[in-house]
């Protein structure tokens, strides 16, 4: 199965590549409404997760679509 990842908080989850755009949906709307969202996310080994999704109190959600370079490894930057 094909997944992107979504850091949810601190919190990492994986989601297949079918449901991402859904997911995304769903997490902006309850960031922007105030709302708490039911999300099936998956765990490190694909195993499905119901995940309460807190959108009132969420600072940031960000989903990995795996762009290259990463967002840690932009050209010409250094730690």
């Known amino acids: 199965m094909d997944t992107k990842r ?4 601190n919190q990492v989850w994986k989601v297949g590549a079918a449901e991402v755009a859904s997911v ?5 709307a309850a960031m922007a409404e105030g709302k708490v969202v039911k999300l099936t996310l998956l765990t490190g080994d694909d195993t499905p997760a ?3 999704f ?9 989903i990995d679509d795996g762009a290259v ?3 840690t490894e932009i050209s010409g930057s250094r730690p």
């Open 24 to 28: 995304a949906a769903t997490v902006e």
């Open 6 to 9: 979504i850091r949810l908080g």
């Open 69 to 71: 370079p990463r967002p």
């Open 50 to 52: 119901t995940v309460l």
């Open 54 to 62: 807190n959108g009132r109190v969420a600072d940031v959600a960000v």
